[in-house]
C-alpha cells in the first residue's frame, strides 16, 4: 500500500485518536501547552510593548531584544534549559516531562511578533488623531484607553493570532526532550519507520494550525467592527 | 543499528525526515569507474553517521586504500538513506547482521513485517539469506564483536538492589530512558515487558545520548538504554545489566558488499575477513571510547589499530 493509504487508513482508525498517549490526547496537551505559552507571553509583552508604544520611546531596544528572539533557534534554547539545574527535565503538572522548560521556551518564541505588533499599532496612530485628543484635554490615560488602544487594537490581535500559530505548530519540538504535545507520536512515527504515523501526526498539526487560524481571524473580525462605529 | 540517537540527532529529527525523502537522491553519482579491475579503481563505502560506525567505516577505508583503491566515503544518518543504492552507487557498506536484515525486510514486504532477526546468528542470516539474493548483496565473514542494545543502571542501584542481569527487574515498574523507536520493539520495549516481565514506562530520551544519561543518574529513570560497545558507563558510575534471556538480535558486525563488485574485485575478501576477525567487543569498545570521549578523530584511531594488528602495510 503506498504511504498515503497508509497515512489515511492511519488518520481513519478510531484507536488512533483514541486511547492513552494517542492522538486525541496529544492534541489536548498541546493545546494546553500552546495557550499557556502564550498567555504568558501576552502577560510579558502587551502591557510593556503598548506602554513604550504609547511613551513614544524605548521601542527600539524593546523590539530588537525581543527579536532576538527570532534569532535563537527554539529547540536550542530547550535543549540548554532542561539541560540546566533549573528549570531541567522535571515534571510540571499537566505539562508533563520538561513541562516549564518547554513553556519558558514557546513564551520567549512568541514575544517577537506580540512586542513588535503591539509597539508598532500605539505608534501608527495618527499623529492628527493624537493632536486632536490633546486638543479635547484628556489626560496621557484617557489618551491611551480610549484613542489609542482602540485604534491599535487590530495590529495588535494579528500579532497574538502570528504568535497563536506559530507557537501551535513549534509546541511540536516538545518531544524532542520527551515532552508532551503532538510531537511525540512524529518523533516516535519516524524513529520506527511507521512514516503513516509521523505524517498523518504532521498533518493533523497542520489542519489545527489551519483552524486555530480560522478561529482567530473571526474573533479578530468581531472585535475589530466596533471600532468603525460611534457608540 | 537504527537507534543511534544523540541530542544533537534529535535536534535533525526534521533532517532525517529530509534525508528519507531524499534518499532516491544520488549519495555517488561517480559509480561509472567501479567497473576497473581488481586491485584498484574507484570504491564508494557508505555508512551512518554516529561515531561507532565512523570508526568501523574507517577502518574499512584504510584496508581498501592499502589495497590501491580510491576510496570515498559517505556517511549519512540513517539506513534508509543509503540502502536504495545499494548495490549501484555503493559497493561496499560496512553492517549489522540484524539491523540490514530487518530493514530489508521491512523494506521488502512493509513497515509491519515481522522481524526475522532473533539472537541466533546462524538463523539470522539464514532467514535474510533470500533478500540479500533478490538484492545483490553479498555478506563477508561476521566478526565477534556485536552491536546490541543494552541496558545500564546506576551502580549505587545495583549494589542496593542487587541487580546484576534483566531478569532481576522481573515485576517491578521501570521507567526506561531509551531511543523513540523502543515502542514496540522486541529488542526494547516489548522484549522487557514480555520476556522479562518488567512494567516499563518509556521516556523516549535517545540512545545513549546525554539526556538519556543525565535522566538515569538523576534518578528520573532507572534504566537507560545505550550500546554493548558504549565504553563510557565506567566513569559515569554506571553499569550494563546481562541480557540473560536474549532478547537482543544478533547485531554482528558485517562487511555488506554488492554482489557484482565482489565479482568483479575479489581481492577485497580476505582483509576485510580478517578485520572482522581481529574486532571483538571489548576491542572495538575502547577504540570507540578513544573516538567518543577521547576525542580523537575516528581515521586516526583506526590507523593505529590496523598498523598495530598488521592488518594493512
Same mark, same amino acid.
Given at each position: 500500500?503506498?504511504?498515503?493509504?497508509?497515512?489515511?487508513?492511519?488518520?481513519?482508525?478510531?484507536?488512533?485518536?483514541?486511547?492513552?498517549? +494517542?492522538?486525541?490526547?496529544?492534541?489536548?496537551?498541546?493545546?494546553?501547552?500552546?495557550?499557556?505559552?502564550?498567555?504568558?507571553?501576552?502577560?510579558?509583552?502587551?502591557?510593556?510593548?503598548?506602554?513604550?508604544?504609547?511613551?513614544?520611546?524605548?521601542?527600539?531596544?524593546?523590539?530588537?531584544?525581543?527579536?532576538?528572539?527570532?534569532?535563537?533557534?527554539?529547540?536550542?534554547?530547550?535543549?540548554?534549559?532542561?539541560? +540546566?539545574?533549573?528549570? @531541567?527535565?522535571?515534571?510540571? @503538572?499537566?505539562?508533563?516531562?520538561?513541562?516549564?522548560?518547554?513553556?519558558?521556551?514557546? @513564551?520567549?518564541? +512568541?514575544? *517577537?511578533?506580540?512586542?513588535?505588533?503591539?509597539?508598532?499599532?500605539?505608534?501608527?496612530?495618527?499623529?492628527?488623531?493624537?493632536?486632536?485628543?490633546?486638543?479635547?484635554?484628556?489626560?496621557?490615560?484617557?489618551?491611551?484607553?480610549?484613542?489609542?488602544?482602540?485604534? %491599535?487594537?487590530?495590529?495588535?490581535?494579528?500579532?497574538?493570532?502570528?504568535?497563536?500559530?506559530?507557537?501551535?505548530?513549534?509546541?511540536?519540538?516538545?518531544?524532542?526532550?520527551? @515532552? *508532551?504535545?503532538?510531537?511525540?507520536?512524529?518523533?516516535?512515527?519516524?524513529?520506527?519507520?511507521?512514516?503513516?504515523?509521523?505524517?498523518?501526526?504532521?498533518?493533523?498539526? +497542520?489542519?489545527?494550525?489551519?483552524?486555530?487560524?480560522? %478561529?482567530?481571524?473571526?474573533?479578530?473580525?468581531?472585535?475589530?467592527?466596533?471600532?468603525?462605529?460611534?457608540? | 543499528?537504527?537507534?543511534?540517537?544523540?541530542?544533537?540527532?534529535?535536534?535533525?529529527? &526534521?533532517?532525517?525526515?529530509?534525508?528519507?525523502?531524499?534518499?532516491?537522491?544520488?549519495?555517488?553519482?561517480?559509480?561509472?569507474?567501479?567497473?576497473?579491475?581488481?586491485? &584498484?579503481?574507484?570504491?564508494?563505502?557508505?555508512?551512518?553517521?554516529?561515531?561507532?560506525?565512523?570508526?568501523?567505516?574507517?577502518?574499512?577505508? !584504510?584496508?581498501?586504500?592499502?589495497?590501491?583503491?580510491?576510496?570515498?566515503?559517505?556517511?549519512?544518518?540513517?539506513?534508509?538513506?543509503?540502502?536504495?543504492?545499494?548495490?549501484?552507487?555503493?559497493?561496499?557498506?560496512?553492517?549489522?547482521?540484524?539491523?540490514?536484515?530487518?530493514?530489508?525486510?521491512?523494506?521488502?514486504?512493509? !513497515?509491519?513485517?515481522?522481524?526475522?532477526?532473533?539472537?541466533?546468528?546462524?538463523?539470522?542470516?539464514?532467514?535474510?539469506? =533470500?533478500?540479500?539474493?533478490?538484492?545483490?548483496?553479498?555478506?563477508?565473514?561476521?566478526?565477534?564483536?556485536?552491536?546490541?542494545?543494552?541496558?545500564?543502571?546506576?551502580?549505587?542501584?545495583?549494589?542496593?538492589?542487587?541487580?546484576?542481569?534483566?531478569?532481576?527487574?522481573?515485576?517491578?515498574?521501570?521507567?526506561?530512558?531509551?531511543?523513540?523507536?523502543?515502542?514496540?520493539?522486541?529488542?526494547?520495549?516489548?522484549?522487557?515487558?514480555?520476556?522479562?516481565?518488567?512494567?516499563?514506562?518509556?521516556?523516549?530520551?535517545?540512545?545513549?545520548?546525554?539526556?538519556?544519561?543525565?535522566?538515569?543518574?538523576?534518578? $528520573?529513570?532507572?534504566? &537507560?538504554?545505550?550500546?554493548?560497545?558504549?565504553?563510557?558507563?565506567?566513569?559515569?558510575?554506571?553499569?550494563?545489566?546481562?541480557?540473560?534471556?536474549?532478547?537482543?538480535?544478533?547485531?554482528?558486525?558485517? =562487511?555488506?558488499?554488492?554482489?557484482?563488485?565482489?565479482?568483479?574485485? =575479489?581481492?577485497?575478501?580476505?582483509?576485510?575477513?580478517?578485520?572482522?576477525?581481529?574486532?571483538?567487543?571489548?576491542?572495538?569498545?575502547?577504540?570507540?571510547?578513544?573516538?567518543?570521549?577521547?576525542?580523537?578523530?575516528? $581515521?586516526?584511531?583506526?590507523?593505529?589499530?590496523?598498523?598495530?594488528?598488521?592488518?594493512?602495510?
Amino acid at each position: 500500500m503506498t504511504l498515503f493509504g497508509l497515512t489515511w487508513d492511519y488518520l481513519t482508525t478510531a484507536s488512533s485518536w483514541t486511547g492513552d498517549g +494517542a492522538l486525541l490526547d496529544r492534541l489536548v496537551e498541546q493545546l494546553l501547552l500552546t495557550v499557556t505559552a502564550l498567555g504568558l507571553a501576552l502577560v510579558v509583552a502587551l502591557p510593556l510593548a503598548l506602554w513604550l508604544g504609547h511613551l513614544g520611546r524605548g521601542g527600539f531596544v524593546a523590539v530588537n531584544v525581543s527579536n532576538m528572539g527570532r534569532a535563537i533557534p527554539t529547540f536550542a534554547l530547550l535543549a540548554v534549559l532542561v539541560t +540546566a539545574d533549573w528549570p @531541567g527535565p522535571a515534571y510540571f @503538572g499537566p505539562y508533563g516531562r520538561a513541562g516549564l522548560a518547554t513553556l519558558i521556551a514557546l @513564551g520567549l518564541f +512568541a514575544l *517577537p511578533p506580540l512586542v513588535t505588533n503591539a509597539y508598532t499599532a500605539v505608534r501608527e496612530v495618527p499623529a492628527d488623531v493624537l493632536e486632536a485628543a490633546d486638543g479635547m484635554g484628556m489626560s496621557g490615560a484617557q489618551r491611551f484607553w480610549r484613542v489609542e488602544l482602540p485604534l %491599535a487594537l487590530p495590529l495588535v490581535l494579528s500579532g497574538v493570532r502570528l504568535a497563536l500559530v506559530q507557537v501551535w505548530a513549534t509546541a511540536t519540538i516538545a518531544a524532542l526532550v520527551a @515532552g *508532551p504535545g503532538v510531537g511525540a507520536i512524529i518523533v516516535s512515527g519516524f524513529a520506527r519507520n511507521h512514516y503513516s504515523e509521523g505524517i498523518g501526526a504532521a498533518l493533523v498539526v +497542520a489542519v489545527v494550525a489551519l483552524l486555530l487560524e480560522i %478561529a482567530a481571524a473571526s474573533a479578530q473580525r468581531i472585535v475589530r467592527a466596533p471600532v468603525g462605529r460611534r457608540p | 543499528m537504527t537507534l543511534r540517537r544523540s541530542l544533537l540527532a534529535a535536534a535533525l529529527t &526534521g533532517g532525517l525526515l529530509f534525508t528519507a525523502a531524499c534518499s532516491g537522491d544520488d549519495l555517488a553519482k561517480d559509480d561509472d569507474a567501479n567497473d576497473d579491475s581488481s586491485g &584498484g579503481g574507484k570504491v564508494t563505502l557508505a555508512s551512518q553517521s554516529f561515531d561507532e560506525a565512523a570508526l568501523v567505516t574507517a577502518m574499512y577505508a !584504510e584496508i581498501l586504500d592499502d589495497l590501491g583503491y580510491d576510496v570515498e566515503t559517505k556517511l549519512v544518518d540513517t539506513r534508509s538513506a543509503y540502502l536504495s543504492e545499494f548495490p549501484g552507487s555503493v559497493d561496499i557498506v560496512p553492517e549489522y547482521v540484524a539491523g540490514l536484515g530487518d530493514q530489508l525486510n521491512t523494506d521488502a514486504n512493509g !513497515e509491519d513485517a515481522a522481524p526475522i532477526s532473533s539472537s541466533d546468528l546462524d538463523a539470522t542470516l539464514e532467514a535474510m539469506q =533470500p533478500l540479500l539474493d533478490d538484492k545483490g548483496i553479498t555478506l563477508l565473514d561476521t566478526s565477534g564483536a556485536a552491536s546490541q542494545n543494552a541496558y545500564f543502571v546506576t551502580q549505587a542501584y545495583s549494589d542496593d538492589n542487587g541487580v546484576t542481569k534483566l531478569s532481576d527487574l522481573e515485576g517491578q515498574s521501570i521507567t526506561l530512558a531509551a531511543a523513540p523507536d523502543c515502542t514496540g520493539r522486541d529488542d526494547c520495549e516489548a522484549g522487557l515487558i514480555d520476556v522479562y516481565g518488567i512494567d516499563i514506562t518509556l521516556l523516549p530520551l535517545g540512545y545513549a545520548s546525554p539526556q538519556t544519561y543525565q535522566s538515569v543518574i538523576d534518578g $528520573e529513570s532507572q534504566l &537507560g538504554q545505550t550500546g554493548t560497545l558504549d565504553g563510557t558507563l565506567d566513569d559515569q558510575g554506571l553499569v550494563l545489566l546481562e541480557d540473560d534471556r536474549g532478547i537482543q538480535p544478533a547485531q554482528n558486525l558485517v =562487511p555488506a558488499v554488492s554482489s557484482d563488485f565482489l565479482a568483479d574485485h =575479489p581481492d577485497v575478501e580476505a582483509p576485510l575477513n580478517a578485520l572482522m576477525a581481529a574486532l571483538d567487543n571489548a576491542t572495538l569498545g575502547e577504540l570507540i571510547a578513544q573516538v567518543t570521549v577521547d576525542r580523537e578523530s575516528p $581515521e586516526d584511531v583506526a590507523e593505529k589499530f590496523l598498523e598495530d594488528n598488521g592488518l594493512v602495510d
